[in-house]
């Protein structure tokens, strides 16, 4: 019987307690019940691309090849979800929910991944796994999160044309975050880490946080923001159309993003990386309200958090996905954050977007920002040179 430490004995990852394999073994065949925390994980709910096994051609634009990178694909790996036990909410019922699980020990999975990728026209994805242990001790988070670790690095040395990725840190311990940053951002292949908008209802602007935000604008580490619903409002969800995601996710990154331009965490951390999911919310939709906030209501206001730009100039210190789906959305949010700021992303496996390329080839932008869209501000951003 191994212990949880010599499963993950070679990695720079590795925690500090011990699990046996029947163990793990156990608490992965509870998260497979539909009646426990992996809704998704039911076999009905596969998707495939419908053109996978077939491959879209290089995309050219004035006659050279472009790199094309999605910043926003997730996965998730057995043996991380099994320790996190039953009771907790992983992967929600939705297509594609299966296709999460992904190995660098199993080649047909990979060849799935790429084949969907290929037939977008996807280059490179960079990986991200959905929290689901902010609430989990100390001891618990740290091997989650070690074990996601270790697998998403050895994708990318498996892969490292096709597989970048953002790891993951127990956000609720920040100086534990602080080290695993560390060693994330000594791998090769790993680009930052994936969090939530929040960590159990505590918002990123918390001074809390700042060693954290330190860290990473020092090792140049980039912060992936995905949201997952905004439970507050769960009553007010209910009834027909899934309110709780199509509402309640871009919310959540709105409150985050807003929190952290009012509160001063942008000002405090002028070079810190923050990329957005599905287009950062509604803030690119509603974003000069801001403006105005502060002058008709100053009682609602901290004349203690001394603003050295408006509002809406701190977008442009911020990054978004392209997850907009119509070409009048992400020609309006270009013109709100700049074309500096957005990167491809295709939440894959779940479809919600299957043709990412032609979504941005479609929008009216120059060929200039369309190469930056689809690649070169993901190179830049994140410092890509496979």
Not at 75 to 99: D, I, M, R
Not at 214 to 228: S, Y
Not at 274 to 299: E, K, N, T, V
């Amino acid at each position: 019987m191994r212990s949880r430490r010599q499963f993950l004995k070679n990695t720079v990852f590795s925690g500090l307690t011990f699990c046996s394999c029947e163990m793990l073994g156990t608490a992965f065949a509870q998260t497979r019940d539909l009646g426990g925390s992996d809704y998704g994980n039911d076999p009905t709910l596969s998707f495939k691309h419908p053109l996978a096994g077939t491959k879209r051609g290089p995309t050219i634009i004035d006659g050279k090849k472009v790199k094309t990178i999605d910043v926003h694909a997730h996965c998730f790996f057995q043996e991380a979800v099994a320790l996190a036990g039953s009771g907790t909410y992983v992967n929600g019922a939705v297509k594609g929910g299966p296709q999460h699980y992904i190995s660098f020990t199993n080649d047909d999975v990979i060849k799935d991944r790429i084949a969907s990728m290929d037939a977008m026209g996807i280059d490179m994805q960079v990986l991200s796994i959905n929290t689901y242990w902010y609430k989990k001790d100390r001891e618990l988070a740290t091997e989650i999160c070690s074990i996601n670790n270790d697998n998403l690095a050895k994708l990318c040395a498996a892969y490292p044309t096709r597989f970048n990725a953002f790891g993951c840190l127990a956000m609720q311990f920040p100086d534990l975050a602080v080290k695993q940053l560390e060693a994330i951002m000594k791998t090769p292949g790993m680009k930052g880490a994936a969090i939530q908008a929040n960590v159990a209802g505590i918002e990123f602007s918390d001074p809390m946080f700042d060693p954290i935000w330190a860290k990473g604008q020092e090792l140049g580490a980039a912060f992936f923001i995905h949201p997952q619903s905004t439970p507050e409002l769960a009553k007010r969800f209910k009834g027909n159309g899934w309110m709780s995601n199509v509402i309640g996710n871009p919310l959540d990154t709105t409150i985050a993003l807003q929190h952290l331009i009012y509160e001063g965490t942008l000002e405090k951390f002028p070079q810190i990386k923050f990329i957005a999911a599905h287009g950062g919310g509604f803030l690119g939709s509603y974003a000069p309200r801001m403006d105005y906030s502060c002058f008709i209501s100053p009682i609602n206001c901290n004349p203690s958090v001394a603003l050295k730009k408006k509002p809406t100039e701190y977008l442009r210190q911020l990054y978004f996905d392209t997850l907009v789906f119509t070409p009048e959305a992400l020609r309006h949010l270009a013109n709100q954050v700049g074309t500096s700021q957005l990167m491809i992303g295709t939440d894959q496996p779940i479809p919600w977007s299957l043709d990412p390329v032609g979504h941005i080839m479609d929008t009216k932008l120059t060929n200039k920002e369309r190469i930056a869209l689809l690649g070169a501000n993901a190179q830049r951003v994140l410092n890509i040179r496979n």
